[in-house]
């Protein structure tokens, strides 16, 4: 079945930029966007962009736009999120999360599922 | 308004129901989809559409839509639903998603 596997955790010092990898397997890469969630100790989740299925269109949460990137490598099936200048209030856990939609009656759906385990980023002096 | 709200927390006796609530203008125009998360790992889909369970979600989990208002329904809540539960949807005609504040379900 679809599995994301996301890479291990980081540790940064202020004003350093952290990228953190997202690898698909079980299902189509190419049909699918993937979207980028963050989650601050002890907070809510937080939705951070979505990169569509060939990887040349991006769509950015307002707070993150000029630090954040994502990019896709269609040949290996891994999706990306780069984050610079890193502050201390970006120490969060980091998830990527495969996007599914569709119609129901009048009104559309999104889902995400399933979601990679999370990357730890601690950003620290 | 885009946003999503959701009560922080909410209490259930184990074996009874209860309705976890997402409140948005948005919601009168799409689905609300729902995740669960217990401490140290990633959300889980629970809910998504009007009300469709993923595979392997208990069919005590129940879903609906009214106006602007997004409900889950745990029907014979167990000890094992204790979690956090969050409301999602995407938040109006640009490429953006949003996330409620989350509801801590404690089961006593």
């Known amino acids: 079945q679809a599995r994301l596997v996301q890479s291990g955790a980081e540790v940064k010092e202020p004003g350093a930029s952290v990228k953190v990898s997202c690898k698909a397997s079980g299902y189509t890469f190419t049909g699918h966007y993937m979207h980028w969630v963050r989650q601050a100790p002890g907070q809510g989740l937080e939705w951070m962009g979505i990169i569509n299925p060939t990887g040349r269109r991006r769509w950015y949460e307002e707070k993150f736009q000029g630090r954040v990137t994502l990019t896709r490598d269609t040949s290996t099936s891994t999706d990306y999120m780069e984050l610079t200048s890193l502050r201390s209030d970006d120490t969060a856990v980091y998830y990527c999360a495969r996007d599914s939609s569709r119609w129901f009656g009048a009104n559309q759906g999104w889902w995400f599922d399933p979601w990679g385990q999370g990357t730890l980023v601690t950003v620290s002096s | 308004s885009s946003e999503l709200t959701q009560d922080p927390a909410v209490s259930v006796a184990l074996g009874q129901t209860v309705r976890i609530t997402c409140q948005g203008d948005i919601l009168r125009t799409y689905c609300a989809t729902w995740y669960q998360q217990k401490p140290g790992q990633a959300p889980v889909l629970v809910m998504y559409?009007?009300?469709n369970r993923p595979s392997g979600i208990p069919d005590r989990f129940s879903g609906s839509s009214s106006g602007n208002t997004a409900s889950l329904t745990i029907t014979g809540a167990q000890a094992e639903d204790d979690a956090d539960y969050y409301c999602?949807?995407?938040?109006?005609?640009?490429?953006?998603?949003?996330f409620g504040g989350g509801t801590k379900l404690t089961v006593l």
């Open positions: 559409g009007k009300n």
């Open positions: 999602n949807s995407r938040a109006g005609s640009v490429d953006r998603w949003v």
